[in-house]
C-alpha cells in the first residue's frame, strides 16, 4: 500500500502562484509514473498534469504554459508549479500514482483563486 501526502494549497488572488507537493510512501515512486489532477464541485475530476519515471511531461491544454509538473526522486516527491492562476483554476487538487494492479491517490488539497 503507498501513501501519498499533498500540501501546499490555499487561496490565492488571480495572477499569484502556488506550489503543489505530493510525497510518497515507497521508493517504487522512482519507477512510476505520476499525475496531478483537479476537481472543481459540480465537474467531473479532470487530469492537469503527468510525468514519466524519467520526466517527461505532459499537460491539459488550459493549463500549459501556466503550470509545471516536476519530479524529485531522491525524494519520491512530485511537485505541480502553478503560475498566473485563474479563478477557474479553483478545485481540489489530487496526485495519483498510476500502477498495474491500482490507482493510488492522495487526499487532496484545495486550491482557490479568489479576489
Known amino acids: 500500500q503507498v501513501q501519498l501526502v499533498e500540501s501546499g494549497g490555499g487561496l490565492v488572488q488571480p495572477g499569484g502562484s502556488l506550489r503543489l507537493s505530493c510525497t510518497a510512501s515507497?521508493?517504487?515512486?522512482?519507477?512510476?509514473?505520476m499525475n496531478w489532477y483537479r476537481q472543481a464541485p459540480g465537474k467531473q475530476r479532470e487530469l492537469v498534469a503527468a510525468?514519466?519515471?524519467?520526466?517527461?511531461?505532459n499537460y491539459a491544454v488550459s493549463v500549459k504554459g501556466r503550470f509545471t509538473i516536476s519530479r524529485d526522486n531522491a525524494k519520491n516527491t512530485v511537485y505541480l508549479q502553478m503560475n498566473s492562476l485563474k479563478p477557474e483554476d479553483t478545485a481540489v487538487y489530487y496526485c495519483?500514482?498510476?500502477?498495474?494492479?491500482?490507482?493510488?491517490w492522495g487526499q487532496g488539497t484545495q486550491v482557490t483563486v479568489s479576489s
Open positions: 495519483n500514482m498510476p500502477t498495474r494492479t491500482t490507482d493510488y
Open positions: 515507497d521508493n517504487i515512486f522512482s519507477i512510476k509514473p
Open positions: 510525468i514519466s519515471p524519467g520526466g517527461s511531461t
